[in-house]
């Protein structure tokens, strides 16, 4: 039994991979887990039956066996901690690892979504100065990188991101990855098909 991701039917960011089901899905392309994927529209998710699953009746949830988690960080997290291939096996590496994954979540995108411009700049730079011209931000290629670029993301397409290049060059490295390409494909496929 493969774990089971809720997506959009009919994506409305029209298969961009921007909605938050796509971090799990890429999560799980990483790490090469099979999963299946539970098509809802806006009016399957106020439902009972999903609310059952996801309280706030949002996208994503995560089945698994008798496990269901709502929350993209918490199932990256528990992705990252069930498969190899996310976390460093070292403990204190891991560790920083998980500390990038919340400073995505609780620093960088709360700045995207109250949209306070200056104070976003202000953060921008100073993770453009941890990044400085390294790949990733702490060694290799983690659950942290994931999640970082996913919230960077939503800025395509605005000027923010123009004065830091940096930034700009680390969303594309990955987004060159094989296993984004792979779930962003299916967010196409799937608005594709609606």
Known sequence: ?????????????GGRGYHRDMRVRWALEEVHQPYRLRLLSFSDMRRPQYRQLHPFGQMPTYEDGDLVLFESGA??????????????????DRSRAVMWMFAALNTIEPCIS???????LQR??????????????????SAGDLLMVSVLRLLRGSD?????????A??????????FQRALKMSSELARSA
């Open 160 to 168: 923010v991101l123009g004065d830091t290049p940096n930034l700009e």
């Open 75 to 92: 199932i990256v997290h528990h992705i990252a901690y069930t498969y190899p291939g996310l976390l460093p096996p070292d403990a204190h």
């Open 1 to 13: 039994m493969y774990p089971i991701v809720s997506v959009f039917k009919n994506p409305p960011d």
């Open 124 to 141: 921008l730079h100073e993770l453009e100065r941890v990044l400085g011209h390294d790949e990733w931000l702490d060694g290799g290629f």
């Open 114 to 120: 109250s949209g306070s411009a200056g104070y976003l």
């Open 170 to 179: 680390y969303i594309a490295r990955a987004e060159a990855r094989p296993a």
